[in-house]
């Protein structure tokens, strides 16, 4: 070991060897034996069990159709953005059910649990999906109400007199 002054001595000393490159790890379908993908969505304080199999493009929404339960077209449009970005328009059957905070919580919600389940249904659909940042959980919550202040954070009006 003694006879080592250069990194050329060193590099034949250790045998050169290439470091390891690790391996992405290969993504599998996980569908269960009726042939569907399940995740769990969340967003604010709304929480959705979220269900796709292959299909027509129908939504159900806690038993109620996509139109019924979300009303506001801005709903619907955020829980079609997942099959746009993944150009499967109309062909998954999505159920959910989905409970906790309001309306655009929960349409967050379940857009966040069928991005999950897309996901897991086509491992090859994960790269768009992330890249639109539909795979990531939106943390933000709202902030609570301290003591001694009128929200979470505006004062009582200062007044002199």
């Known amino acids: 070991m003694a006879d080592i002054k250069s990194l050329d001595d060193l590099k034949s000393a250790v045998g050169a060897a290439e470091p390891q490159k690790t391996m992405a790890p290969v993504r ?3 569908r269960d ?35 019924e339960y979300f ?7 955020i829980l079609a953005q997942p ?6 328009e109309g062909q998954f ?5 989905v409970a906790g905070g309001g309306l655009s919580g929960q349409a967050g919600a379940v857009k966040h649990g069928v991005s999950k389940a ?5 491992p090859g659909l994960r790269a768009a999906l992330k890249a639109a940042g539909f795979l990531t959980r939106d943390s933000r919550v709202v902030e609570r109400k301290k003591y001694g202040k009128r929200k979470a954070r505006r004062s009582f009006q200062f007044s002199k007199r």
């Open 28 to 30: 599998v379908a996980v």
């Open 33 to 67: 034996k009726l042939g569907r993908a399940y995740a769990t969505g969340k967003r604010k304080n709304a929480v959705a069990r979220v269900w796709i199999k292959p299909g027509t493009g129908k939504v159900v929404v806690n038993g109620k159709t996509m139109a």
């Open 71 to 77: 009303a506001r077209p801005v709903l619907q449009m």
């Open 83 to 88: 099959f746009t970005i993944a150009g499967r």
């Open 93 to 97: 059957d999505v159920m959910a059910t």
């Open 118 to 122: 897309l996901q897991l249904y086509e």
